[in-house]
């Protein structure tokens, strides 16, 4: 199973980004679906996360601005980031608790890169 992140890039104050990530593999199931961020020096902190179902959380930094989501029939999960503040710049990391045959295991994406830079 891999997980493949993208739709980072460089954005102004105030601009946006879309992150897409997509599952791939020997999947049975995918259950949470979150995606993480870490600043240099800093621990990696959740941004926010979503179930099969469709329940949803956010960081308190995240709740207004981003929009989690996700597509089921792709195994892609989504984050839709508005409003972004210099203090976003991250490397955000998509993760996933799958269930590959008969058990389940956690997986992460690769990263990408988040800058929000004037």
């Known amino acids: 199973v891999q997980l493949q992140a993208s739709g980072g890039g460089l954005v102004r104050p105030g601009g946006s980004l879309r992150l897409s990530c997509v599952a791939s593999?020997?999947?049975?199931?995918?259950?949470?679906m979150e995606w993480y961020r870490q600043a240099p020096g800093n621990l990696r902190e959740l941004v926010a996360g979503?179930?099969?179902?469709?329940?949803?959380n956010y960081a308190n930094f995240a709740k207004g601005r981003f929009t989690i989501s996700r597509d089921n029939a792709k195994n892609t999960v989504y984050l839709q980031m508005n409003s972004l503040k210099v203090e976003d710049t991250a490397v955000y990391y998509c993760?996933?608790?799958?269930?590959?045959?008969?058990?389940?295991?956690?997986?992460w994406g690769q990263g990408t890169q988040v800058t929000v830079s004037s």
């Open positions: 993760y996933a608790e799958v269930q590959n045959g008969i058990q389940w295991a956690d997986y």
């Open positions: 979503i179930t099969f179902g469709g329940s949803t």
């Open positions: 593999g020997s999947i049975v199931s995918i259950s949470a």
